[in-house]
């Protein structure tokens, strides 16, 4: 075969450049419409979110973690037992100490809680404070907490 071949239609100009540009026109919209969408969801601007260890054992004791990232990170909190941490140069360390075995979890109050920060798992105990002997299997699971403001008032209590 010497040519591309025989023409199965012949398309005339001026309908190409109006196919052409209803094809970009769909083509901007496409990309306008999900401009917000790749970003993460949710709530913007200064808040809290919570870490919560997953693990494949069960109830656990303590647990070291570290985060890598976020925006001005603050106050570490936890409802269960103690929790330390330390913010260097971009990254933290986390330390929760349980009073009872069972779940780790923590809240970590941020400058920007869309921007999320990566935690890996550095070690964890179980419930007899012995520790695990690897930390495969261990997920994070972090969840941004919408914080009423402004004045609670009292329960006249």
Known sequence: MDGPGPVVAVIPRPLRVRLGGAVLGVLALTVWACQDSTGPSGPKGPGTFEVSLVSPNGAEGSAVLSMDGG?????????????????????????????????????????????????????VADGDDELRTSVSGYQIQIVQIEIPTGDQGSSGQ
């Open 71 to 123: 925006t001005e990170l603050g106050e570490i909190t936890t409802t269960d037992g103690e929790v330390y941490f330390h913010h260097a140069s971009g990254s933290s360390k986390v330390i929760v100490l349980l009073d009872r075995p069972g779940s780790i979890r923590f809240r970590v109050e941020t400058q920007e809680v869309a921007d999320i920060p990566s935690v890996a798992v550095e070690q």
